[in-house]
Structures are given as structure tokens and as C-alpha cells.
């Protein structure tokens, strides 16, 4: 099936009515997020939309720009002006895509997530209707926060066209901080008193090499000031070995990440897993354990990614990890599933998902929006 | 078909006498919040002391068709804890506990009427706090700051409300009690429901318990003040630093009449024949702090800056800021009666808004004040007028009205802060197209069926007009004078 090219908002609204009118499910499941879910209908219209930056308000620090704008080409036409959008994605990734799937990295830590940089949106409904929320200004509470809502949509609620968004300067300076450990009872300890003193991170990102830990921190700011972060950190890393330190740019240190996320992006069996972040030791251990070899976290936010080998690794490993999930709280996501693999794309139910899915039917009553990948609301379109 | 007196019985019955309060006379202080034009009275105030009472007097008041007004500390500035309609008040000051401090996971659990600052003081010995810092935040609920998505003084660096809110417990409008996120995790499945719910005005559920994101709390601060011989001069030195790309934790402005308000409350030597001052805090990494510090001046010299003054100390930080917070409270010394506006507007547009916003002043025949956080484009100009004179009520509404018209065309919103409560309601329709007001109805309708919480509160409701511009009368529904 052909994928629609969207160029403008009128575009997508018509599509939208379309559809609507001929009861056929409008699909967009992303790229690196595009097996995630409960599989889109036989029937449907795949769309991809275009963009770029609309306008840059460059003395406000915000910027305007079409949701399908890649993250590569945001922070190129950003960087000029001394300014970027502190998303960690892969740089083929579009905005709608990091929206709808609520991506974020190991710079959360000092930048927050996309819900924390997101001020506006303007999305289609399942209705075609143009909705505007939020707006340019950075702080704004007029009617309810469907910007942030958005976030983690799925792509369900509504087709996101444009968005505004914070940027900030550029730091001067990235440094970068190795240390390994083979025992990461002590993690969540060491993060929570680093973060009160002046080794408080910019970023955190844990992964398995071999049979150790290699945990990440980095400092964004003026030489001088990471001098001082470093030494600090230097002085409270007990239990941990210094094994390298280095100084960059931000975009080496974005390239750097994004390497690192190779193995993400082919992985033939994904899961992620959201836990409370003093519980990413205990999980990456008990991974580590079942033989995975493939494991990386941001560990300030518990959120675990694994890559397992094929469906009866996927299968064996489910039920651990949701026994664990049972009693450390957080849920677990099959971004990729492996071939033949039946499991729940979302697990354990989280008491919120009700509520979730009563919006779903109030926001799109015919399910004509990636219809059934996540909330299934009993409402069908062929 | 409501049932006031049968419903109160099982209230009684439920809650015990002590906690339900029925007397006009005690019931007063209810009357209205800081928005003190907007007033009504509630029919009687319940006092419950967990979620579960929550949601038995949401239900009892469901089967007696009654409306619910859920209430905090009623510090709120757009009258959104204000009822209009004879319906039910249920406030959360005795869901006041604080339920865990986990300092791993860096989450603490406190109930809805749990007050800001009585956090921040339970968690001072950490090194960690609850970072939003609305100047009410001593009196003001969390449950109340989630409500509004409350806005503060650190704001500009550190974030508001719903960026420090990772879920919440909540009592829906059949009384059934659901939970949105948490475990102590900082993330979910899905569309993000903490952030539907922060600044929901409790219109969708009245919150019971929140799990609070906890942040580092800084230790090296510089703040600085500068004085300067217009607003037009301060308001260019916010928007240079901004685009500098400087992100300090605060940067407060006040005008020349305000300046004089609080230097006689405070005496700390600002020099009242100055038109604006900027107080300006920046936190972080001790050795660099003073370079901030320098470029921050220089911008604000580059701007006309007579007198620039930067204190490190932290008793002469905290007199500074403590004043810059009591700051309202300094108005009474000039006016009987004042209204705070709240519009937000991109900070490269602050000097000309500040001049329109005097020129309206004029217009209307107002004295208008400012203190505001102006790094965030929150500007806050304070109307003073006499409560009790109908035409200053009038001016004071339709010099708003024209104020945040203004700001919302030169891309700013009606409301940074405080909520739209039933103040702002009728410019909903200014700010956003009627299929983005018809989604907001759907989304309340989609919670609350018959509309029975908070109604007319947010957004336009098509079951109860609120209309304060043209008020008709004290305690009439359909009125709120
Ligand atoms: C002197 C002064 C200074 C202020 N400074 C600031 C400031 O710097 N920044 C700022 O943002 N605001 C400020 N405000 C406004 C106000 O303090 C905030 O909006 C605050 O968050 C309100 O909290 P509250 O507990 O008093 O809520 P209330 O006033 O009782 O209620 C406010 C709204 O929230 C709803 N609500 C309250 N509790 C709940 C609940 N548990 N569940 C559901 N809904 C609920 C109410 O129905 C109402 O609509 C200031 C007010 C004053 C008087």
C-alpha cells in the first residue's frame, strides 16, 4: 500500500475526513517504535508527514516546527544559532514520532523529557478538526494540558501536525565520566547523593559490557564548572572503578549516544521496562543473570532496554520480568517482538489504562486512529 | 432531584458532626478565594480525612444530584474554589499527611491538603525539595498547586507543578478512586494522564494523595538586584539575558510603585525614586556563579541600570526574597481592594506589553501595579480598586479583559499560573477555536457526565453560565458579584 505524504495541515485534515467517511483506520506506528503494539489493521491508510521548522523564536529559546521534522535535521538548523533541543533520538526519527512514543535519553536528567519541553501542539482529531493547545509562551495553564497529554499517545488520540517546543544554548563544554562495577547493589544510593552535591549529573546511562557494568556521567556546562563536577564525582565514586574521562562537544557526545543505540534499532526482540529508578539495579541484575548481553538503562529514571535473542528466549525471560514488575511496581513494553511470539505487547495492566481508554473513545468514538495498537475500545473500523 | 437536608444527614452520618459545617456564619470564610469579586456560598463544607470519605461524600452527593466544589487552602487567584450554584464545598485540609519520603527513588507521597511549604520543611535535611514555589506556598496545598499547575518564583529554571508531579491519586465524579501512574516509577504506558489532570482546576476528580518528584536542592546562589529608570529598561535586560542564553533561577521585576510598597513593608534600601527593579537569582556550580553574575550585569547596564547590587549571604538573599513573596500581601498598605491578573506572553514581547498594560490602565481610569516573574513572560499587573464600589468592579474587569486580549495577540495566553477558574472564562473563546473548546468539553464530560464537579470552572460550561462582567447579584446562580 502506498504511504500518503502529508505536506500541509489541510492535507491531513481532508485524509482524515476521508477515511472517516469510508470507515478505513488511518495508521502511523512510527519507525523505531513501528512493532510496537497490538499489529494495525489489514486495511488502512499508512501516512508519513513532511516538515521543517516554521519559525524559530530565537531571543525567546522556543521554536515552532512540523511534527514531521526529523530530530537530525532540527538540531542542524538549530545549531547556528548557538541553540538545540536537548531530545536524545535517533537523528531519523521525526517529532511526532518522539511525541507519540514519549522518547527520551540519558539527558532527561538536567533537560527533563519531550513532556517537559513540549509549550504547544496542533493536532488533526478524528473528527479533522484542526485543535490547538498550549501555545509559544512557557508557562500556560488556559484549558486542560492536552500538549502534555499527548505525550505517549501512541498516535491514538489525534494526528500531531506542529509543535512548540524549549530550546537551550548549547553548553560549552560535554564531559564525559566512565565507571565500571560488577555489583550495582549501590546505584540507586550513589545517583540520589551525587545529585545533592556538586556531582549532580547532566546525564546518567548504564550498560552491560562483557561480565561488568559501564556506567556514563556527563556535565554540560563551562570548562571550569566541570572541572569542579568531575572532581567532585572523583571524590564520591566509591565502589566504583574510574576507568576513563574525556572532553567533547555536544555533538560528538549526541553521535556517541546515538552509537550506542545501534543495537537498539536491530535488535530482533526489544523490551523496555519502566520501574521505579531505585529498582533499575535489581531488574538489570536479574537480566544480566538470565544470560542477556544486551542491556543498557538510564538508571535516574528506571528505564531498562534489553534485547533478547529470539521467541523462546522472549517467552522464558516474560514471565520473570512481570513477576518482578509484581513487586517493584512498573511495565513492560515489547518495542520489537520477536517472530512468533504471542505476549501481551503491554504488561502488567496499569490501574490508569481504563481511564486511558474512556479518553480514546471520547477523543476518537469510531477508532479510526492506529485503531486497537495499545487501548482497545471495543468500537471497530473495518 | 437534589436532596440538601437528606444529603447532609448522611454526610453527618458518614463524616461525623464535626466534620461537616452548615452554619452561614462559619461557612463565610468559603465564600471566595484570593479572587475576592467572585463570590458564593456553599450550601455546607465537608472536612474528610481520607480518600475513602472522598469518595463516600462524592457519592452521596452524586445520588442526591448535588454539585461538588473541591477545595484547598483557597489561595487561588480565579475564583475556582468559589461556589456558585448552592452545591457542596469538600475542602482536603485535613488530608494533610505526608505519607513517605523515599530518597533512592527521590518520590515523596503526601495527601492533596498536604501545604507546600510543610514539605519542603519535612524534607529541608535531605539536601532534596519539592522544587514548584508559588509565593502562597505557605498556605497553598500540593493538591491545590497540581490543580492549578502552579507556577512560582524558580519556575523559570527549575520547572512548574506538572513537571514535578509523576501521578496522583484521584476520586472521580461516580466516587470511584483511580490512580494515575506512580509505583515510584517516573514514566507509564499511554497518554499522559498526570498532566491532564495537573491544572484540571478539579473538574475531573478531586485529587487525594500525589507522589511528588524530589530534585537536588541547590546550594550555591547569587542574586542580584538592579534598579532601573523604566519598566521598558527591565523588561529589554530579562528578554537579553534570556537570549543570551543565561537560564538563571528566577528573574522577579517589580515597578516603581511597587517598589515603593515593599521598601516601606521592608525596608532593605531599595531606592524608591527608581521606576523597575529586577531581582535576579542565579544557583549552580559555586566558581562559575560570579561569571553569571557579570554577564547578568553587564546586559542590565548595557539597559540602563543605575545601581546593581548582588549579595551571596544567605540571611540578605532570604530578607530579598522574602520580600519579593510578601510582596501582595505589602498591597493592603495602598488599596482597599486589588485584582492580580495573570497573563503570560514570549518574553521578547515583555516591553511592549508592559506599556499597553499602563496605557489600559489609563484608559480605564485604574492604578495599576506590577510585580511579576518576568523571566518566564508572567507578567502579573495588579488593578487596585474599592470592593465595594460596582463601577471600580466593572473597570477592573473590562481593563482585564482588554489586558489579556492584548496578550493573547501578541501570542501570549490569558492565564501563566493562576487558572482560568470562572474569571477567565469567557475569553476561552479568544484564546482557542471552538473545536479546541468543544474537545475540552468532551474531555470534562468524558470524566464528569452530569457535570457535577466544578462546573463552570475552566472551560465554558453548557449547563451553568458564570457571567462576572455584567454581574447580577451576590449568591445567584447564573451571578458572582
Ligand atoms: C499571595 C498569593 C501569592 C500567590 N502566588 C502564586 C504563585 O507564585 N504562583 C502560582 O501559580 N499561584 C500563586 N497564587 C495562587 C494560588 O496560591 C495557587 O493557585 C495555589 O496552587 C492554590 O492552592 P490552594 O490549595 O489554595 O487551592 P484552592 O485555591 O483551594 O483551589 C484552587 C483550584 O484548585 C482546585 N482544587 C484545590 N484542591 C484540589 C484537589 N485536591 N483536587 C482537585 N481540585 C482541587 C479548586 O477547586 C480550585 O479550582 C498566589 C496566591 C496568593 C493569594
Not at chain 1, 557526545?253 to 521505579?276: D, G, M
Not at chain 1, 520480568?321 to 495492566?349: H, S, Y
Not at chain 2, 495599576?368 to 518576568?374: E, K, P, R, S
Amino acid at each position: 500500500m502506498n504511504t500518503t505524504q502529508i505536506e500541509n495541515p489541510q492535507q491531513l485534515a481532508d485524509l482524515v475526513r476521508d477515511c472517516r467517511a469510508k470507515n478505513i483506520p488511518l495508521v502511523d506506528y512510527g519507525k523505531a517504535h513501528g512493532d510496537l503494539g497490538h499489529r494495525p489493521p489489514q486495511s488502512h491508510v499508512p501516512f508519513e508527514l513532511q516538515g521543517d521548522i516554521l519559525e524559530h523564536y530565537q531571543r525567546d529559546l522556543t521554536v515552532r516546527t512540523s511534527a514531521g521534522i526529523t530530530i537530525g535535521r532540527l538540531n542542524e538548523a538549530l545549531k547556528p544559532t548557538g541553540q538545540f533541543c536537548p531530545i536524545n533520538a535517533d537523528d531519523d526519527l521525526t517529532l511526532g514520532e518522539v511525541i507519540a512514543h514519549n522518547i527520551y535519553g540519558p539527558m532527561r536528567v538536567r533537560y527533563g523529557a519531550i513532556r517537559d519541553l513540549l509549550l504547544g501542539l496542533h493536532y488533526i482529531d478524528s473528527h479533522g478538526e484542526d485543535i490547538h493547545v498550549g501555545g509559544r509562551t512557557v508557562k500556560n495553564v488556559a484549558g486542560y494540558d492536552i500538549t502534555r497529554m499527548m505525550v505517549g499517545s501512541l498516535g491514538e488520540l489525534g494526528i500531531i501536525y506542529e509543535a512548540t517546543l524549549r530550546t537551550y544554548a548549547i553548553p560549552a563544554q560535554v564531559a564525559r565520566v566512565e565507571l565500571e562495577t560488577t555489583d550495582l547493589s549501590t546505584l540507586a544510593n550513589a545517583i540520589t547523593t551525587w545529585m545533592i552535591t556538586e556531582a549532580n549529573p547532566a546525564s546518567t546511562h548504564l550498560r552491560r559490557i562483557s561480565d561488568r557494568w559501564q556506567l556514563e556521567i556527563c556535565y554540560f556546562g563551562q570548562p571550569t564548572a566541570n572541572d569542579v563536577q568531575v572532581a567532585a564525582l572523583r571524590q564520591a565514586t566509591t565502589g566504583l572503578t574510574w576507568i576513563d574521562e574525556k572532553r567533547c562537544d555536544l555533538t560528538e557526545q549526541l553521535n556517541h549516544w546515538q552509537q550506542l543505540r545501534q543495537w537498539q534499532r536491530t535488535s530482533l526482540a526489544l523490551v523496555k521496562i519502566i520501574t521505579p529508578p531505585a529498582a533499575t539495579a535489581q531488574i538489570c541484575t536479574l537480566l544480566a543473570e538470565q544470560g542477556l548481553a544486551q542491556i543498557t538503562a538510564l538508571p535516574s529514571h528506571g528505564c531498562i532496554f534489553a534485547s533478547m535473542t529470539d521467541a523462546s528466549q522472549a517467552e522464558q525471560l516474560d514471565p520473570v520480568i512481570l513477576e518482578q514488575l509484581n513487586t517493584l511496581g512498573g511495565v513492560r513494553l515489547w518495542i520489537r517482538q520477536p517472530v512468533d511470539c504471542t505476549l501481551a505487547p503491554f504488561a502488567p495492566q496499569q490501574p490508569d489504562w481504563p481511564l486511558a481508554t474512556q479518553l480514546k473513545r471520547t477523543l476518537d468514538p469510531d477508532n479510526l486512529l492506529n485503531p486497537g495498537r495499545f487501548l482497545t475500545t471495543g468500537a471497530s473500523s473495518s | 432531584m437534589a436532596n440538601l437536608s437528606q444529603a447532609i444527614v448522611e454526610l453527618t452520618q458518614t463524616l461525623g458532626p464535626d466534620h461537616v459545617l452548615t452554619d452561614a456564619n462559619e461557612l463565610r470564610v468559603y465564600e471566595c478565594d484570593g479572587f475576592t469579586i467572585a463570590r458564593g456560598m456553599p450550601a455546607a463544607a465537608v472536612f474528610p480525612t481520607c480518600t475513602e470519605q472522598v469518595a463516600a461524600c462524592v457519592k452521596i452527593l452524586a445520588k442526591h444530584d448535588l454539585s461538588i466544589v473541591p477545595r484547598g487552602s483557597g489561595t487561588g487567584l480565579a475564583g475556582g474554589a468559589v461556589v456558585f450554584d448552592q452545591g457542596i464545598l469538600i475542602s482536603t485540609s485535613l488530608l494533610t499527611h505526608i505519607e513517605s519520603v523515599d530518597l533512592e527513588n527521590r518520590v515523596a507521597i503526601v495527601g492533596a491538603g498536604c501545604r507546600n511549604l510543610a514539605l519542603t520543611d519535612a524534607i529541608a535535611s535531605t539536601g532534596l525539595r519539592f522544587s514548584p514555589d508559588p509565593s502562597s506556598q505557605r498556605a497553598a496545598t500540593i493538591g491545590g498547586n497540581a490543580a492549578t499547575n502552579a507556577g512560582g518564583i524558580n519556575t523559570l529554571k527549575h520547572g512548574i507543578t506538572t513537571n514535578h508531579i509523576l501521578g496522583m491519586e484521584m476520586v472521580l465524579a461516580d466516587g470511584s478512586i483511580v490512580q494515575t501512574r506512580t509505583d515510584n516509577c517516573y514514566d507509564g504506558v499511554g497518554p499522559d494522564l498526570p498532566a491532564l489532570l495537573c491544572g484540571s482546576e478539579g473538574t475531573l476528580g478531586i485529587i487525594t494523595r500525589l507522589w511528588c518528584r524530589l530534585v537536588a536542592d541547590p546550594k550555591h546562589f547569587r542574586t542580584v538586584y538592579a534598579m532601573f529608570q523604566s519598566n521598558a529598561d527591565a523588561c529589554k535586560t530579562v528578554a537579553d539575558v534570556i537570549a543570551s542564553g543565561i537560564l538563571p533561577t528566577s528573574m522577579e521585576m517589580m515597578d516603581g510603585a511597587m517598589i515603593k510598597v515593599v521598601e516601606s513593608a521592608f525596608h532593605l534600601g531599595f531606592d524608591t525614586n527608581a521606576n523597575a527593579m529586577l531581582l535576579i537569582e542565579v544557583d549552580g556550580i559555586d566558581s562559575v556563579l560570579d561569571d553569571e553574575v557579570d554577564q547578568i550585569s553587564k546586559i542590565a547596564k548595557s539597559n540602563g541600570a543605575a545601581d546593581i547590587q548582588h549579595c551571596s549571604d544567605p540571611k540578605e538573599r532570604m530578607a530579598l526574597w522574602g520580600a519579593r513573596k510578601k510582596a501582595f500581601g505589602a498591597i493592603g498598605r495602598i488599596s482597599h481592594s486589588y485584582c492580580t491578573q495573570d497573563a503570560c506572553v514570549p518574553r521578547s514581547m515583555l516591553p511592549g506589553v508592559l506599556d499597553e498594560v499602563m496605557k489600559i490602565g489609563k484608559k480605564f481610569d485604574l492604578t495599576i501595579t506590577n510585580v511579576f516573574h518576568a523571566g518566564d513572560g508572567n507578567i502579573h499587573p495588579i488593578l487596585l480598586f474599592d470592593e465595594e464600589k460596582p463601577d471600580d468592579v466593572r473597570r477592573v474587569m473590562l481593563a482585564s479583559e482588554a489586558i489579556l486580549k492584548y496578550c493573547v495577540s501578541v501570542g501570549g495566553t490569558i492565564t501563566g499560573e493562576h487558572g482560568v477558574g470562572v474569571e477567565k472564562l469567557h475569553l476561552m473563546h479568544v484564546m482557542f477555536n471552538n473545536a479546541t473548546n468543544q474537545t475540552f468539553l468532551k474531555i470534562k464530560k468524558s470524566f464528569d457526565p452530569d457535570q457535577r464537579l466544578n462546573d463552570a470552572k475552566l472551560i465554558p460550561s453548557d449547563k451553568m453560565k458564570i457571567q462576572l462582567i455584567e454581574p447580577v447579584g451576590a449568591n445567584t446562580p447564573g451571578g458572582a458579584m
